[in-house]
C-alpha cells in the first residue's frame, strides 16, 4: 500500500481545504518545495500535488510551484499533479517539465474524447481523478454534481487504457472522518486497473483498513490533512502498511 502525500497549491503557497472549498483553507507552509523534501525524508515513494488554483480556472496557476518541487525531488521520487490540466499541450508541456504522470479530472468527465486522446498519447502517464457524493460525479473544483455514475465512468475510462484511477469521497476530504472502505471496495472490484483512495484518511486504523482492501486493487492512498496536523505520522504508518501488505 502506497501512501502519498498531498501538497495542495495555492497561490504559490502549501493549504489543505475542507471539502474542496477555497474559502476554507489551512495554510501549512509558504515553501511547497521544502515541503516536498520533508515527505521525501519521511520515506514517501511518490508526491501528490493539486493545483488548486488551475482547478477553478481550468489551466494550470502554479507551474512555478510545480516545477521547483519537480526539480528539488523529482530525480528521486515520481510526482503525479492535477489541477486545470485540460488539452494535450498542456500535459506535454508538464511532462517535459519532468512529471511522472498527469491526473485528468473535470476534463476526463466533460470531454472524454479528449481523455480518449491523452491515454493514446502519453501511455502509462495519465491518470483520472474521480471525485464524487453519494456515487455521482462531481466537477470543476467539486462545485458541480453530474448524474454520471462513478463505476459507469470507471469502466468506460478503464477501456482507454488509463493508468490508474484516484476516487475521491468529496463529502469526508478534508474532514478527519476516515476513508470511504465501502465505496472504495465497490470500484476496485469493478474495474481492473489500480485505485488509489482518496479523501477523510484521519488514523492508523484507516491505513489497517486499505490494507486490508490491498488485494482487491487498492493499491495506494492520498494523504492530506491528518499527516499535516500530526494526527497520522506518515513514516510510522507507511511501515505499517509496508508490514501488511500482501
Known sequence: MLLIPAIDLKDGHCVRLRQGDMSDATLFSEDPVEMARHWLAQGARRLHLVDLNGAVAGRPKNEGAVKAI??????????????????????????????????IGTAAVKNPGFLHDACGAFPGQIIVGLDAKDGKVATDGWSKMTRHE????????????????????????????????????????????????????ASMQDVEALCAIEEEG?????????????????????????????
Not at 78 to 99: A, F, K
Not at 219 to 246: E, H, M, N, W
Request: proline share 3%.
Open 70 to 103: 519537480i526539480k528539488a525531488v523529482g530525480a528521486e521520487i515520481p510526482v503525479q499533479l492535477g489541477g486545470g490540466i485540460r488539452d494535450l499541450d498542456t500535459i506535454e508541456r508538464v511532462l517535459d517539465d519532468g512529471l511522472a504522470y498527469v491526473i
Open 150 to 201: 462513478v463505476i459507469d465512468l470507471a469502466r468506460k475510462f478503464e477501456d482507454y487504457g488509463v493508468e490508474a484511477l484516484i476516487y475521491t469521497d468529496i463529502g469526508r476530504d478534508g474532514m478527519l472522518s476516515g476513508i470511504n472502505i465501502a465505496a472504495t471496495v465497490k470500484l476496485a472490484q469493478s474495474v481492473s486497473i489500480p485505485i488509489i483512495a482518496s479523501g477523510g484518511l
Open 218 to 246: 487498492v493499491d495506494g492512498v492520498i494523504c492530506g490533512r491528518a499527516i499535516y496536523t500530526g494526527d497520522l505520522d506518515f513514516r510510522t504508518a507507511q511501515d505499517k502498511a509496508d508490514a501488511l501488505s500482501p
